[in-house]
């Protein structure tokens, strides 16, 4: 896996369309999630954006 690839073309997303590519994360983690509640990889990825929240968050609110 290119990550850097990866990390350019997230970059090359339109502004207004990063929402809807998070929401196909989270998505398809979801369904992983419904078909196992134990995976793994699932829920690294909710905790991993559980903290990806807060963090953007406590920021924005030490911003103002």
Do not use: K
Not at 32 to 43: K, Y
Not at 51 to 58: F, K, S, Y
């Amino acid at each position: 896996m290119n990550t850097a690839q990866i990390w350019d073309n997230l970059g090359s997303v339109p502004e207004a369309e990063l929402a809807h590519v998070l929401t196909r994360l989270f998505a398809l983690y979801e369904a992983r999630l419904q078909q196992n509640p134990n995976d793994p990889e699932a829920l690294h990825f909710f905790s991993s954006l559980d903290l990806a929240i807060t963090q953007t968050c406590q920021c924005n609110s030490n911003r103002r």
